[in-house]
């Protein structure tokens, strides 16, 4: 816990520069967070890009001992637009000012034994503020581009989810495969309407084709959910690089059937780009705490 905090304060005050993309964390032993937090992820440029857009960015910190505090864990899934360069750099600082945002909202007071109470505002308010800064910030510096964002904020097993664009959050449960969030896309909003089915959009010439995205507008409307994920079951969150390409049975068979969310997740892109890698690939798995 105390490497990743004076990690993270040390880029807070300039002296470190921020990590931009995530890719896998090196050696198996590594990819879990050590106590409460069982995870993995991976990043990966696809087999037809000739760079990535994507970015994943993972905040974790846990605390045992008299003072115990639940674990803590922030993820995002950034996938940039607007061409060479500008897609990744878009990306990028999205994902790095809400982590800002959030942990010095959310996490750093609890390390001074702040509690929360009517006077701090909703976790839920803390993630669309963030998604609102990343927002301007996307705006400001990177004009003309633009990013899907989506944040998942985990305190012991309870995740707060905001999401923009058409990265995805699932749970995977006893029952199965359950997509949390809503895409913001054309296709999906001709799905919801009746005029379109899920087959046809399949081929759609504008599938691809988002009508919310960070960094697009001077206002921007966040969606969010709170979210129980129980013992046992996970948090996936994704680009449209890896749901777009491996169905939702496959997913589910893959990550039940490694010894590790990371190497689900190396899974989950190897088979991405099996079937095709034409886009960049993210994917960020999280397991509930078993107890």
Same mark, same amino acid.
């Given at each position: 816990m105390l490497t990743s905090i004076v990690r993270y304060l040390r880029r807070f005050l300039g002296c470190e520069p921020a990590a931009s993309a995530a890719r896998s964390p090196s050696g198996e032993d590594s990819q879990s967070t050590p106590g409460r937090l069982q995870l993995g992820w991976v990043t990966d440029v696809g087999q037809v890009r000739d760079?990535?857009?994507?970015?994943a960015l993972v905040f974790t910190a846990v605390q !045992? #001992?008299?003072d115990e505090y639940p674990g803590f864990g922030?993820?995002?899934?950034? !996938? #940039?637009?607007?061409?060479?360069?500008a897609g990744e750099v878009a990306s990028s600082l999205a994902a790095r000012t809400a982590v800002h945002q959030i942990t010095r909202q959310s996490y750093l007071p609890s390390l001074l034994g702040s509690e929360r109470d009517a006077s701090h505002p909703a976790l839920t308010e803390v993630l669309i503020d963030a998604m609102q800064a990343a927002n301007k910030a996307v705006s400001e510096d990177v004009p003309g581009s633009g990013t899907t964002l989506i944040c998942a904020l985990v305190l012991g097993t309870q995740a707060y989810i905001a999401h923009v664009g058409d990265s995805r959050a699932y749970a995977l449960t006893d029952s199965g495969l359950e997509q949390i969030t809503q895409d913001h896309s054309i296709v999906e909003r001709l799905i919801a309407s009746g005029q379109l089915t899920r087959e046809e959009a399949v081929d759609h010439p504008q599938r691809n084709v988002l009508y919310r995205a960070v960094g697009q507008s001077s206002t921007l409307e966040v969606e969010t959910h709170?979210?129980?994920?129980?013992?046992?079951?996970?948090?996936?969150l994704c680009s449209d690089g890896l749901w777009d390409l491996v169905g939702d049975e496959d997913i589910v068979d893959l990550i039940r059937a490694a010894t590790s969310p990371q190497r689900a997740c190396e899974n989950l892109v190897a088979a991405a780009n099996e079937a095709g890698g034409r886009d960049n690939i993210t994917a960020i798995l999280w397991r509930s705490p078993l107890g």
């Open positions: 760079h990535n857009e994507d970015t !045992d #001992g008299d922030l993820f995002v899934v950034a !996938d #940039g637009m607007g061409g060479h360069r709170v979210r129980k994920i129980r013992p046992g079951e996970y948090l996936l």
